[in-house]
């Protein structure tokens, strides 16, 4: 069973920047989908972008817009995605999760790190 701890949230102004990132406990080449899903309060998880473990193909949601990469690092078992251009819609606590179809559907997971709070205020 594979353990993911996010990090890299915090509060930033709208317009700014971060990047977070999801380590796992386990070889991230051993589930072929990983993936960034987000939950504001009130409303239901869903999904941000995947990245397949194997090829690199990557999806994002719509709500995206060219807005944040998803990038991996296979040796060091991370996943990043980094956020620009940051909009106070955007605040969420972000999960990363693992799974083994590239798809950006919660029930698709298994496992689920604890999450790391983005906040965009002025």
């Known amino acids: 069973q594979v353990q993911l701890v996010e990090s890299g949230g915090g509060l930033v102004q709208p317009g700014g920047s971060l990047r977070l990132s999801c380590a796992a406990s386990?070889?991230?080449?051993?589930?072929?989908?990983i993936a960034w899903f987000r939950q504001a309060p009130g409303k239901e998880r869903e999904g941000v972008s995947c990245?397949?473990?194997?090829?690199?193909?990557?999806v994002y949601a719509d709500f995206v817009e060219g807005r944040f990469t998803i990038s991996r690092d296979n040796a060091q078992n991370t996943v990043y995605l980094q956020m620009n251009s940051l909009k106070p819609e955007d605040t969420a606590v972000y999960y990363c999760?693992?799974?083994?179809?590239?798809?950006?559907?919660?029930?698709?997971?298994?496992?689920w790190g604890q999450g790391t709070q983005v906040t965009v205020s002025s």
């Open positions: 999760a693992t799974g083994n179809i590239l798809r950006l559907l919660a029930y698709e997971y298994d496992y």
């Open positions: 386990g070889r991230i080449s051993d589930y072929y989908a």
């Open positions: 990245i397949s473990s194997t090829d690199g193909d990557t």
